[in-house]
């Protein structure tokens, strides 16, 4: 059998076959299935306290959201997803376009930007580059109709709820656990 880490029909080791392709300009495709599936593991970014008191992404999400930005699939405008990460708060994703790369941004309705279009789950807007006409809408509709199994944590509410802050509650866990 051939070694993992070798491409059967050359030879050729994975990772010089990888730069080939970027430096030959394959295009979005080829990026977009070697990028996407190295979403960033969300909330391994440390917090500050003023990120704590925000809404933050929990890890094990990465599939769905790949399904809500269209992963693998030609999106209006002829555009695809080349690259995408989540970042402790908020998840930042690149499509590629005919006329270069847009940037979007997917943020907790919470902490939207006053152009963002927002869904239940998320603020969206555009953080470079220019949308081609429909792209937004797309992305939206994606969004939507995967967004209902999203759930976002809140750091914050949690550590004051561990240290019994307000509770009333001197004797520890009374639940029943």
Known sequence: M?????????????????RRIRSRGVGYAARAALLCGLLVAP???????????????????EELMAAMLGK?????????????????TFIEATYGCPDGEVVFKLT?????????????????????????SG??????????????????????AEAADASGDDSGDESGDESGD
């Open 2 to 18: 051939h070694d993992p880490q070798t491409i059967p029909s050359s030879g050729r080791r994975v990772g010089a076959s990888l």
């Open 43 to 61: 909330g391994l970014a440390g917090g500050s306290e003023s990120a704590a008191a925000e809404p933050a992404i929990p890890p094990g999400q």
């Open 72 to 88: 693998g699939e030609w999106l209006v405008g002829d555009c695809q997803l080349v690259a995408a990460g989540a970042q402790y």
């Open 108 to 132: 907790h309705p919470s902490q939207a930007a006053a152009t963002a279009t927002q869904t239940e789950e998320f603020a969206i807007a555009v953080q470079s580059g220019t949308s081609p």
């Open 135 to 156: 792209l937004t809408d797309d992305l939206v509709s994606h969004v939507r109709s995967q967004e209902a199994d999203f759930e976002w944590t809140w750091p914050g």
